[in-house]
T-cell receptor, first 113, second 114 residues
Protein backbone atom coordinates (compact mmCIF):
# COMPACT_ATOMS: atom_id res chain seq x y z
CA UNK A 1 0.00 0.00 0.00
CA UNK A 2 1.06 3.54 -0.62
CA UNK A 3 0.41 6.71 1.29
CA UNK A 4 1.54 10.31 1.40
CA UNK A 5 1.66 12.67 4.37
CA UNK A 6 2.05 16.37 3.83
CA UNK A 7 3.22 17.60 7.18
CA UNK A 8 1.78 21.12 7.00
CA UNK A 9 -1.71 22.01 5.87
CA UNK A 10 -0.77 25.72 5.62
CA UNK A 11 2.57 27.47 5.17
CA UNK A 12 3.02 31.23 5.22
CA UNK A 13 6.21 32.97 4.02
CA UNK A 14 7.24 36.48 3.11
CA UNK A 15 8.03 37.34 -0.46
CA UNK A 16 11.73 36.76 -1.16
CA UNK A 17 12.22 34.21 1.63
CA UNK A 18 12.74 30.46 1.15
CA UNK A 19 9.88 28.01 0.77
CA UNK A 20 9.84 24.52 2.31
CA UNK A 21 6.85 22.21 1.85
CA UNK A 22 7.31 18.87 3.55
CA UNK A 23 6.22 15.47 2.27
CA UNK A 24 6.76 11.96 3.60
CA UNK A 25 5.69 8.89 1.69
CA UNK A 26 5.19 5.20 2.22
CA UNK A 27 5.41 2.70 -0.61
CA UNK A 28 5.89 -1.03 -0.99
CA UNK A 29 7.40 -0.42 -4.41
CA UNK A 30 10.14 1.71 -5.82
CA UNK A 31 8.03 4.84 -6.10
CA UNK A 32 7.64 7.62 -8.55
CA UNK A 33 6.95 10.91 -6.79
CA UNK A 34 5.40 14.11 -8.06
CA UNK A 35 4.57 17.59 -6.91
CA UNK A 36 1.54 19.24 -8.49
CA UNK A 37 0.39 22.83 -7.97
CA UNK A 38 -3.16 24.14 -8.09
CA UNK A 39 -3.70 27.88 -8.34
CA UNK A 40 -7.06 29.24 -7.21
CA UNK A 41 -9.88 28.13 -9.49
CA UNK A 42 -7.47 26.32 -11.75
CA UNK A 43 -6.62 22.72 -12.60
CA UNK A 44 -3.50 20.84 -11.51
CA UNK A 45 -0.13 21.54 -13.07
CA UNK A 46 2.91 19.30 -12.74
CA UNK A 47 5.81 21.04 -10.97
CA UNK A 48 8.31 18.21 -11.01
CA UNK A 49 8.69 14.44 -10.84
CA UNK A 50 11.15 11.95 -9.39
CA UNK A 51 11.73 8.90 -11.50
CA UNK A 52 14.95 7.47 -9.94
CA UNK A 53 17.28 9.14 -12.44
CA UNK A 54 18.54 11.70 -9.91
CA UNK A 55 17.70 12.36 -6.28
CA UNK A 56 17.62 16.14 -6.71
CA UNK A 57 14.88 17.07 -9.11
CA UNK A 58 14.48 20.50 -10.64
CA UNK A 59 11.06 21.68 -11.72
CA UNK A 60 9.38 24.70 -13.17
CA UNK A 61 9.37 28.20 -11.66
CA UNK A 62 12.52 27.62 -9.60
CA UNK A 63 11.16 24.77 -7.49
CA UNK A 64 13.16 21.68 -6.67
CA UNK A 65 12.74 18.57 -4.51
CA UNK A 66 15.14 16.06 -3.05
CA UNK A 67 14.32 12.35 -2.79
CA UNK A 68 15.68 10.90 0.45
CA UNK A 69 15.02 7.18 0.63
CA UNK A 70 16.41 6.78 4.16
CA UNK A 71 13.98 9.42 5.43
CA UNK A 72 11.14 8.49 3.01
CA UNK A 73 10.84 12.18 2.23
CA UNK A 74 10.39 14.31 -0.87
CA UNK A 75 10.33 17.90 0.35
CA UNK A 76 9.70 20.77 -2.06
CA UNK A 77 11.85 23.90 -1.84
CA UNK A 78 12.34 27.23 -3.54
CA UNK A 79 15.07 29.72 -2.59
CA UNK A 80 12.94 32.84 -2.92
CA UNK A 81 9.15 32.99 -2.82
CA UNK A 82 7.20 35.08 -5.27
CA UNK A 83 3.65 36.31 -4.87
CA UNK A 84 2.61 34.17 -7.82
CA UNK A 85 3.65 31.04 -5.86
CA UNK A 86 0.59 31.36 -3.63
CA UNK A 87 -1.38 28.18 -4.36
CA UNK A 88 -2.11 24.70 -3.06
CA UNK A 89 0.59 22.08 -3.52
CA UNK A 90 0.09 18.33 -3.65
CA UNK A 91 2.68 15.64 -3.08
CA UNK A 92 1.80 12.46 -5.00
CA UNK A 93 3.19 8.91 -5.06
CA UNK A 94 2.77 6.39 -7.86
CA UNK A 95 3.57 2.72 -7.93
CA UNK A 96 2.27 -0.81 -7.92
CA UNK A 97 -0.34 -2.30 -10.21
CA UNK A 98 -1.62 0.27 -12.64
CA UNK A 99 0.70 2.89 -11.20
CA UNK A 100 -2.24 4.65 -9.60
CA UNK A 101 -1.57 8.03 -8.03
CA UNK A 102 -2.10 8.59 -4.32
CA UNK A 103 -2.39 12.23 -3.31
CA UNK A 104 -1.45 13.93 -0.11
CA UNK A 105 -4.00 16.21 1.54
CA UNK A 106 -2.34 19.33 0.17
CA UNK A 107 -0.43 22.31 1.57
CA UNK A 108 -1.74 25.81 1.03
CA UNK A 109 1.11 28.26 0.53
CA UNK A 110 0.51 31.88 1.40
CA UNK A 111 3.04 34.51 0.33
CA UNK A 112 3.01 37.82 2.19
CA UNK A 113 4.24 41.04 0.66
CA UNK B 1 -6.96 24.23 -27.34
CA UNK B 2 -6.66 22.35 -24.06
CA UNK B 3 -5.59 18.72 -24.26
CA UNK B 4 -8.10 17.57 -21.60
CA UNK B 5 -11.48 19.26 -21.45
CA UNK B 6 -14.37 18.83 -19.04
CA UNK B 7 -17.99 19.81 -19.39
CA UNK B 8 -19.75 21.42 -17.68
CA UNK B 9 -17.33 23.56 -15.68
CA UNK B 10 -19.91 24.34 -13.06
CA UNK B 11 -23.17 22.62 -12.20
CA UNK B 12 -25.75 23.10 -9.51
CA UNK B 13 -28.34 20.37 -9.10
CA UNK B 14 -30.82 19.02 -6.59
CA UNK B 15 -30.78 15.89 -4.48
CA UNK B 16 -31.98 12.84 -6.41
CA UNK B 17 -31.20 14.17 -9.89
CA UNK B 18 -29.08 12.24 -12.37
CA UNK B 19 -25.95 14.07 -13.45
CA UNK B 20 -23.34 13.33 -16.09
CA UNK B 21 -19.92 14.91 -16.22
CA UNK B 22 -17.99 14.56 -19.45
CA UNK B 23 -14.31 14.42 -20.24
CA UNK B 24 -12.62 14.54 -23.63
CA UNK B 25 -8.94 14.39 -24.49
CA UNK B 26 -6.82 14.98 -27.56
CA UNK B 27 -3.60 13.56 -26.13
CA UNK B 28 -4.17 10.10 -27.58
CA UNK B 29 -3.73 8.48 -24.19
CA UNK B 30 -5.31 5.12 -23.44
CA UNK B 31 -5.67 5.67 -19.69
CA UNK B 32 -8.26 7.97 -18.18
CA UNK B 33 -9.23 8.71 -14.59
CA UNK B 34 -11.90 10.46 -12.54
CA UNK B 35 -11.06 12.08 -9.18
CA UNK B 36 -12.92 14.17 -6.68
CA UNK B 37 -11.30 16.88 -4.58
CA UNK B 38 -12.56 17.85 -1.16
CA UNK B 39 -10.87 20.46 1.06
CA UNK B 40 -8.23 18.89 3.27
CA UNK B 41 -8.48 15.50 1.58
CA UNK B 42 -6.52 15.98 -1.62
CA UNK B 43 -7.75 14.11 -4.69
CA UNK B 44 -9.31 10.69 -4.39
CA UNK B 45 -9.73 8.23 -7.26
CA UNK B 46 -13.30 7.35 -8.24
CA UNK B 47 -12.85 5.22 -11.38
CA UNK B 48 -10.15 4.57 -13.91
CA UNK B 49 -9.99 3.04 -17.36
CA UNK B 50 -6.94 1.54 -19.05
CA UNK B 51 -8.71 1.24 -22.39
CA UNK B 52 -12.23 1.22 -23.80
CA UNK B 53 -12.96 -2.28 -22.48
CA UNK B 54 -11.14 -2.00 -19.16
CA UNK B 55 -12.84 -0.04 -16.38
CA UNK B 56 -11.95 -0.30 -12.72
CA UNK B 57 -13.25 1.04 -9.43
CA UNK B 58 -11.13 3.39 -7.43
CA UNK B 59 -11.20 4.00 -3.69
CA UNK B 60 -14.53 5.87 -3.60
CA UNK B 61 -16.73 4.47 -6.40
CA UNK B 62 -19.98 4.08 -4.42
CA UNK B 63 -22.72 6.27 -5.87
CA UNK B 64 -20.89 6.79 -9.17
CA UNK B 65 -20.73 5.02 -12.52
CA UNK B 66 -18.68 5.63 -15.65
CA UNK B 67 -18.77 5.04 -19.37
CA UNK B 68 -15.82 4.95 -21.74
CA UNK B 69 -17.45 5.77 -25.05
CA UNK B 70 -14.21 5.96 -27.02
CA UNK B 71 -10.50 6.28 -26.41
CA UNK B 72 -10.97 10.03 -26.14
CA UNK B 73 -14.13 10.18 -23.99
CA UNK B 74 -14.79 9.15 -20.40
CA UNK B 75 -17.99 10.16 -18.61
CA UNK B 76 -18.84 10.10 -14.93
CA UNK B 77 -22.45 9.73 -13.79
CA UNK B 78 -24.15 10.30 -10.49
CA UNK B 79 -27.34 8.25 -10.73
CA UNK B 80 -29.04 9.98 -7.82
CA UNK B 81 -27.05 12.93 -6.55
CA UNK B 82 -26.74 13.59 -2.82
CA UNK B 83 -25.33 16.65 -1.01
CA UNK B 84 -22.11 14.94 0.10
CA UNK B 85 -21.20 14.53 -3.57
CA UNK B 86 -20.69 18.28 -3.70
CA UNK B 87 -17.04 18.57 -4.73
CA UNK B 88 -14.59 19.52 -7.45
CA UNK B 89 -14.23 16.73 -10.00
CA UNK B 90 -11.17 16.22 -12.16
CA UNK B 91 -10.56 14.05 -15.18
CA UNK B 92 -7.01 12.98 -16.02
CA UNK B 93 -5.18 10.99 -18.68
CA UNK B 94 -1.89 9.12 -18.87
CA UNK B 95 0.17 7.23 -21.42
CA UNK B 96 0.77 3.58 -20.50
CA UNK B 97 4.17 3.80 -22.20
CA UNK B 98 5.18 6.22 -19.45
CA UNK B 99 6.36 3.93 -16.70
CA UNK B 100 6.01 6.68 -14.14
CA UNK B 101 2.34 7.41 -14.82
CA UNK B 102 2.53 11.18 -15.09
CA UNK B 103 -1.08 12.29 -15.38
CA UNK B 104 -2.51 15.28 -17.20
CA UNK B 105 -5.51 16.95 -15.66
CA UNK B 106 -8.52 18.75 -17.01
CA UNK B 107 -9.66 22.10 -15.57
CA UNK B 108 -12.22 20.52 -13.24
CA UNK B 109 -15.99 20.57 -12.80
CA UNK B 110 -17.41 22.19 -9.70
CA UNK B 111 -20.57 20.31 -8.71
CA UNK B 112 -22.99 21.50 -6.05
CA UNK B 113 -25.82 19.25 -4.91
CA UNK B 114 -28.53 21.06 -2.96
Amino acid sequence: AQSVTQLDSHVSVSEGTPVLLRCNYSSSYSPSLFWYVQHPNKGLQLLLKYTSAATLVKGINGFEAEFKKSETSFHLTKPSAHMSDAAEYFCVVSGGYGNKLVFGAGTILRVKS
Amino acid sequence: DADVTQTPRNRITKTGKRIMLECSQTKGHDRMYWYRQDPGLGLRLIYYSFDVKDINKGEISDGYSVSRQAQAKFSLSLESAIPNQTALYFCATSDPRDGYNEQFFGPGTRLTVL
